[in-house]
């Protein structure tokens, strides 16, 4: 049984430290076939659009609810994530008491 385990551990770590070639592939023929690459731009353009109305109907709901301070870095911050501003307790808080997921720094997934 040593053996063996010495053995699948070795096996377990190259494919970890060398993972296959597959994706890179995939990525070639989406990037080399004008269809697909077309029909792979339309996809990125339904995501970052959906990202977007969701930061911006974030920000209409903090700032309909009276919620203090300025709430235009969730519309000016661009990409999958965002900085709240939040603070540690008020994540903690947000957590516990209202089972929303965000990271104690105030980093909150904006892709729902």
């Known amino acids: 049984m040593v053996n063996f385990k ?4 070795l096996i377990i770590r190259a494919m970890y430290s060398n993972p ?7 990525v070639d023929t989406v990037l080399s ?7 792979w731009r339309e ?13 911006a109907a974030l ?23 965002s900085y709240t501003g939040l603070t540690e307790e008020m994540c903690l808080f947000l957590q516990k008491e209202k089972s929303l997921y965000l990271l104690k720094s105030g980093r909150i997934s904006m892709c729902g």
Not at 20 to 26: E, K, L, V
Not at 33 to 39: K, R
Not at 43 to 55: A, E, L, Y
């Open 20 to 26: 296959p070639a597959h994706g890179a592939r995939i």
């Open 59 to 81: 920000r209409k709901k903090i700032e309909e609810l009276g919620t203090p301070g300025s709430w235009s870095h969730i519309t000016t911050q661009i990409g999958m994530f």
């Open 6 to 9: 010495s053995q699948l551990t």
């Open 33 to 39: 076939n004008p269809e697909l690459y077309q029909e």
């Open 43 to 55: 996809c990125i353009k339904i995501m970052s659009s959906r990202i977007i109305d969701m930061r």
